[in-house]
């Protein structure tokens, strides 16, 4: 084996103190790079796990706001609709409402309009007697040739307003 160093040159001393000063940088490199390293990969997979697992819990979270969401929706979906059918239940109720009122008008209008014109055809009738009531005694005066006296011509009046009366 000697013989085999020699032919390659190997020098004893300096293998030694190469192997030394090699070991003395691996424990440094260890204890000073080596370690520090696989503490902060260590750390990172620490933070990934955290990471995932807070994915998780969020996305979990996120589930569970869109189910609340989706019910929230639902919810003011159904209330929209009531709120809806009972504007239109008050709408009709007020339709109705109303329509009874403008048939009350109505009713109050074709009323007054048969009370001025039962009112007008009394005194148009009125009028009309006295008018007949004069043209009687008129005719009469003409007929029986003479002037009627104020008695005779109210007589005249009251009977012609009599018979109007009764036909």
Same mark, same amino acid.
């Given at each position: 084996?000697?013989?085999?160093?020699?032919?390659?040159?190997?020098?004893?001393?300096?293998?030694?103190?190469?192997?030394?000063?090699?070991?003395?940088?691996?424990?440094?490199?260890?204890?000073?790079?080596?370690?520090?390293?696989?503490?902060?990969?260590?750390?990172?997979?620490?933070?990934?796990?955290?990471?995932?697992?807070?994915?998780?819990?969020?996305?979990? =979270?996120?589930? $569970?706001?869109?189910?609340?969401?989706? !019910?929230?929706?639902?919810?003011?979906? #159904? +209330?929209? &609709? %009531?709120?809806?059918?009972?504007?239109?239940?008050?709408?009709?109720?007020?339709?109705?409402?109303?329509?009874?009122?403008?048939?009350?008008?109505?009713?109050?209008?074709?009323?007054?309009?048969?009370?001025?014109?039962?009112?007008?055809?009394?005194?148009?009738?009125?009028?009309?007697?006295?008018?007949?009531?004069?043209?009687?005694?008129?005719?009469? =005066?003409?007929? $029986?040739?003479?002037?009627?006296?104020? !008695?005779?011509?109210?007589?005249?009046? #009251? +009977?012609? &307003? %009599?018979?109007?009366?009764?036909?």
């Amino acid at each position: 084996m000697g013989q085999v160093a020699q032919t390659f040159g190997v020098d004893w001393p300096h293998l030694s103190a190469q192997i030394v000063s090699f070991s003395i940088v691996c424990a440094l490199l260890y204890w000073l790079a080596y370690t520090p390293v696989l503490q902060m990969l260590e750390a990172r997979r620490r933070q990934i796990a955290q990471g995932l697992e807070n994915t998780e819990k969020i996305n979990a =979270a996120l589930a $569970a706001i869109d189910a609340q969401r989706q !019910d929230i929706i639902s919810a003011a979906h #159904q +209330e929209a &609709t %009531r709120i809806v059918d009972e504007a239109r239940a008050v709408a009709g109720r007020v339709k109705e409402q109303e329509a009874e009122r403008a048939r009350g008008a109505a009713d109050r209008i074709v009323l007054r309009a048969r009370e001025q014109t039962r009112h007008q055809h009394d005194r148009m009738l009125a009028e009309l007697r006295r008018e007949v009531g004069h043209l009687v005694v008129e005719t009469t =005066a003409s007929v $029986a040739g003479r002037v009627l006296t104020e !008695d005779d011509q109210r007589r005249l009046v #009251q +009977e012609t &307003t %009599r018979e109007l009366k009764a036909a």
